[in-house]
Each structure stands twice: as structure tokens, then as C-alpha cells.
């Protein structure tokens, strides 16, 4: 049994997560076509009747209305429950393992920019520089409140004999990181460009890696780079080979980045230091 104490935090946190996963879900639907996240207020895409705020409630009104307009009976994406949900249940994650604590605060704030981000590629293969910017700044400044990963540069500072601490050392990870993300990112590009002769990434990937790369610092970030590749390979490579209707599709190599950057946040900790465990001993 979960007490009781735990379990109230929880729900708060879990109906707070719907709640924003309605907002990120006019993000991910308006950023992209550059309009407004403010106004007009939300309306049905297809008869652009002005959505009843009772019927504007997460996931409820989705199942209420049974996926369909009020007014037009047209078909509402079910990617909009899917996105609230999923948001709903990254926070609650967040929650189980950082509790109150500045930690939760800024994990779950990239969760949400991450979130944005993935369903904007997927869709139409947009990384908005409105999120991607906002992200770079909002991870820079949240470096000074919560300490950055900073390994492997913290140890490579010390031999150089800069003995770097606190919020300098901080900062100088989260800036080491977004020169990591973007900078590996952007020579994986080139290597994927001169490899396949076409363009198969974008400038927006480079920002989504610099942008986390400030949250995440250089040894996540890598562990980001390398999950992403791996993700994106495994799905991509054989619907390639073996489905007609995906030989030429434009692979959204920033959704499997994003993917890869949210298990990162979660559990990429254990996983590293596994992994490095596992390498001294050999
Ligand atoms: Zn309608």
C-alpha cells in the first residue's frame, strides 16, 4: 500500500500533468505554423466552433464526446488524450523519484520542453526555435539552483589545476554539455550527409541537443546521443528494408532523441554509472 501522504502528492501531481499536457498540446499544435500559443482561444480545426471550457477538460472530454466535434462530429486526434496522458504520467515519474525537491522542478520543466519537441518532429518534422531557445536559457539558469552533471569535466578541470566548484563548475557543465550535444550532433550531421548524399538532418536537431545539453551535461548528453541513434536505428532500419510505404520517409531523428533524453532523465543516471562500473573492471 502507498500511504497515504505519498498517494495525495501523487494525484495532485498526475491531474497538474493533464493540465499542462492540454497546453503543450496547443504548443505542439500551433508552434510549428508560427501562430500564437495565446490567442485565438482553442477551437475545433475543422469547424472552428470556439471549444465550451466543459469541453475543453483533459482526457474526460475526449472520452465524453467520444473523439468527436460537438458541433461538426469531425474526428479529434487521439494524439491529444495520448499527449496529456503521457505528460501526466513523466511528471508523476519525476515526482517518484526526486519528490519536492528543486530536482523535480527541473526535470519535469525539460519533460515538457522535450514533450513539445518530439511531437512537433513527429508531426511535421518542426523543432521550433521558440522552445528550443527558451530551453537553452531556461536550462542555463536553472544550472545556478540545481548542480549540473558535470563528469567528465569537473576531473579534467582538477588535472588542468582549476579546482572549479559550486555554481562555476555547475554552470561551466551545463555549457560543456550544450557544446558536447550540439557540436557531436552537428558532425554526426555532416557524417550523414556525406555518407547518404542528402540531407537527413536538420539545423533544429543541432538545437534540441544544445538545449539539452544544458540540462543534461556532457556525459548524459552523450548517453542522449548514443540512446537516440540506437532507438532511431532499431525502428528505422528494418521498416526501410522490409516496408514499401517507409522506403523514402524522412526519419524525425529529433523525436528519437527526445525519446532517448526523457529515459535518459529518468534512469540515464543508473545506466551511465553501469556502464562505467562495467568498463573499470575490465
Ligand atoms: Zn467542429
Redesign the pocket.
Known amino acids: 500500500m502507498i500511504p497515504v501522504t505519498e498517494l495525495i502528492p501523487g494525484i495532485f501531481v498526475a491531474l497538474f500533468g493533464l493540465t499542462l499536457g492540454s497546453f503543450l498540446n496547443v504548443c505542439i499544435q500551433r508552434l510549428p505554423a508560427g501562430e500564437s500559443i495565446f490567442l485565438p482561444g482553442s477551437h475545433?480545426p475543422?469547424?472552428?466552433?470556439p471549444i465550451r471550457w466543459y469541453d475543453n477538460i483533459p482526457v474526460a472530454s475526449y472520452l465524453i464526446l467520444r473523439g468527436r466535434?460537438?458541433?461538426?462530429?469531425?474526428q479529434i486526434s487521439p494524439l491529444y488524450p495520448f499527449v496529456e496522458i503521457l505528460t501526466a504520467a513523466l511528471l508523476v515519474a519525476e515526482f517518484c523519484d526526486y519528490g519536492w525537491t528543486p530536482e523535480f522542478i527541473k526535470w519535469s520543466v525539460f519533460s515538457l520542453l522535450v514533450l513539445i519537441l518530439i511531437f512537433t518532429d513527429l508531426r511535421d518534422r518542426r523543432i521550433p526555435h521558440a522552445v528550443t531557445l527558451v530551453g537553452l536559457a531556461t536550462g542555463l539558469l536553472l544550472s545556478a539552483w540545481v548542480p549540473v552533471d558535470d563528469r567528465p569535466l569537473g576531473t579534467i578541470l582538477s588535472m588542468a589545476g582549476y579546482y572549479w566548484s559550486g555554481t562555476l563548475l555547475s554552470a561551466a557543465g551545463a555549457i560543456a554539455g550544450a557544446l558536447v550535444g550540439g557540436g557531436l550532433f552537428y558532425a554526426v550531421g555532416e557524417l550523414f550527409y556525406r555518407l547518404r548524399h542528402k540531407e537527413g538532418l536538420g539545423f533544429g536537431d543541432v538545437m534540441l541537443m544544445l538545449m539539452a545539453g544544458t540540462f543534461l551535461g556532457p556525459a548524459l548528453t552523450l548517453t542522449t546521443i548514443f540512446l537516440g541513434s540506437l532507438f532511431g536505428t532499431v525502428v528505422a532500419v528494418p521498416l526501410t528494408l522490409f516496408r514499401r510505404r517507409f522506403r523514402d520517409y524522412a526519419w524525425p531523428y529529433g523525436t528519437f532523441l527526445g525519446i532517448a533524453a526523457l529515459f535518459v532523465s529518468l534512469g540515464g543516471e543508473a545506466l551511465l554509472n553501469a556502464y562505467l562500473a562495467w568498463t573499470r573492471l575490465r
Do not use: E, I, L
Not at 475543422?46 to 466552433?49: D, I, Q, S, T
Not at 466535434?69 to 469531425?74: E, G, H, K, N
Open positions: 475545433c475543422k469547424c472552428g466552433h466535434c460537438r458541433d461538426c462530429q469531425a
